[in-house]
């Protein structure tokens, strides 16, 4: 960093502590304003806006926006596991306030482990709990109704991502999405992956790779098939680098 941007730095900071609070949270809703006009129909430049890895880092977005357009003037409801910021309650929540400003009619639900509270806006909600208490998660059905769109982005441990998905995807409404991120992890043994046998049954990749074969369930000749009590409901699934899409409706 050369002395020009150092003193680049020195200035904006000063300004902001010279500014009003309410002129600082003014501006920034003013640019947040503007960032819904202009960029509402591209996912990728709202999740560039609001600095959110699901697009840079990861490409995300793109894909997200083939499958959810249909949802975009509807007044849909998206639960994501998971919020950001790690146990620091003021961080976190990028991609909600994407979703937020790409769904302009939606209600943005969200859960963490730790206490996000301070991060929800107005159609933005967090709970706190786990995302594998099966208690918890049907209470929070009970409470804010079937979801449309449901996105793991929570802590990637496979066997977390399985007990999700079998937990929540029957809540998910017909016509709907489940989305898994990150499922890199399926591959790195500190998540409960394999990264020397790819065919190790346990991981959630594979646990997803099997559900081709069990839209076909009608077709098998196997006494000893153990039917999952979902998988009639299961319409596509679709693999993507890190990210499995999964819609629901009858097969």
């Given at each position: 960093m ?13 300004c902001?502590e010279?500014?009003p609070h ?10 947040d ?6 960029f509402?129909f591209n996912l990728s ?22 499958f959810?357009r ?17 146990e ?7 991609s909600l ?6 769904f302009?009619?939606g209600h943005?639900?969200s859960?963490d482990?730790?206490?996000?509270n ?21 209470s ?6 079937r ?6 982005d929570?802590s990637?441990i496979?066997?977390?991502v ?16 489940y ?18 046998n ?8 594979n646990?997803?790779k099997?559900?081709?074969d069990?839209i ?9 098939y153990?039917k999952?009590?979902f998988?009639?409901?299961?319409r ?6 890190e990210l ?6 009858s097969?």
């Open positions: 050369d002395k020009g941007q150092r003193t680049l730095i020195k200035l904006k900071s000063s902001k010279r500014l309410f002129v600082i949270v003014g501006f920034r809703k003013l640019k304003l503007f960032a819904g006009i202009i509402q430049k709202l999740a560039k806006f609001y600095a959110t890895d699901k697009w840079g880092r990861h490409s995300y977005t793109p894909h997200y926006q083939f959810l249909k949802f975009k003037f509807k007044r849909i409801k998206l639960l994501e596991i998971g919020v950001g910021g790690y620091k309650s003021d961080k976190g929540g990028k306030r994407m979703w937020k400003k790409y302009p009619f943005i639900y859960i482990i730790y206490d996000k301070k991060l929800e806006q107005n159609r933005i909600h967090i709970f706190q709990g786990s995302q594998i208490d099966e208690e918890f998660l049907s929070l059905i009970n409470k804010i109704g979801p449309d769109i449901i996105i793991d929570g990637h496979n066997e977390h399985i007990k999700s998905f079998e937990i929540l995807f029957p809540y998910l409404n017909p016509g709907g999405m989305a898994i991120e990150d499922t890199e992890t399926s591959y790195m043994d500190a998540y409960g992956g394999d990264s020397v790819i065919d190790n049954p346990n991981t959630s990749m646990y997803f099997s559900i081709p069990r076909n369930n009608d077709r098998f000749e196997m006494d000893d153990q999952i009590s998988e009639d409901d299961i596509s699934i679709h693999f993507f680098h499995i899409i999964i819609e629901k409706s097969n």
